[in-house]
């Protein structure tokens, strides 16, 4: 007679809760790449927003979209109105910064930090001063030290780079005693719409397909330094002047080495957090891939169909397109 095999009741009763046990493990780990994930948005909002305040262009001449971060209205520029009036008055009270850089305007200012439009006080050659406030989060300082080694690193490498070059950089003092970590720039005049609107017909054609050269020539001076841009777009390159009518790259901010010491690629990373605008990213990078060069040729490739379409202030350049309509988003 065969033997009957006995169950246990807790056995049985391990066999059942199996399932719940990992239905639970499966909730936890959804949770919590839910909270990485919320985490990382408001990190890329946050250098977003650094990179804006920082930049050359003032957010009243920016190209307008419904999917820009709001950098004006932040609750921290609220909060801060105060001191940062202070900040501005004190700065200009420096004036000439490390006895050489001369105030003339502001051209861009918000709860991060400043930036100045400055010239030389002895050869009167215009500049840019990025002023970013130290205490209050270690992304400012960070991002701002990263763009001036990136400038400093190219200009070492190529200095006929399109790119625009760092002049000065160093420490100011703040009215409350704290430091204030500069950086002076070449100043990039014109704005590339700007320019194009100068001309008509044939003409404008022919320039737009210059430009579009020169730009390529800087995205190669770029990655040739094992670099990407990662927020290449028409607000991001401009030219010196109308006398010197060469178009150079800016705004670094958001830039990251591809390659390692060794000059090797980097491994790539499974999911990365968004980095750009909305508008000339890559399909990669709206999909939280990593980028490549490959994603600065294509954002390239949006910024040159922006600038032959002729009128910045349309709205619907592209199908995904969300600029506002005298006001409003459509």
Known sequence: MAAVKSISPDSTDSKDKMPIIKGKKKEV???MR???HHAQQRANIKKQQITQQLS???QNIRTQRGLDVDVSTSTAAHEDDEKHKKMLEHLKSLSPFNGRWEFSSVINSGSYGVVLSVSDVVTKYPGVMKVAKTGVGNDI????EWESFLLMKIYKANPEASVCRLLDQGLLQNYDGAPLEYMCLEYVGLRVHEHLSEYIGNDRLLRCCQI??????GIYDIHKEGLIHRDLKPDNMGLISREQPIVMIYDLGMARMYTSKDGKGRPYRSTVGFRGT???ASGNAVKGREQTRYDDLIAWFYCMIDLFHGNKDSYQVFPW???PKNGKID
């Open 56 to 58: 050359y262009i003032p």
């Open 141 to 144: 300082n960070i991002q701002a």
């Open 29 to 31: 780990e959804r949770n």
């Open 212 to 217: 579009s050269l020169m730009t390529l020539k």
């Open 34 to 36: 839910s909270q990485a």
């Open 321 to 323: 397109s969300s600029r």
């Open 278 to 280: 909305m508008e000339w």
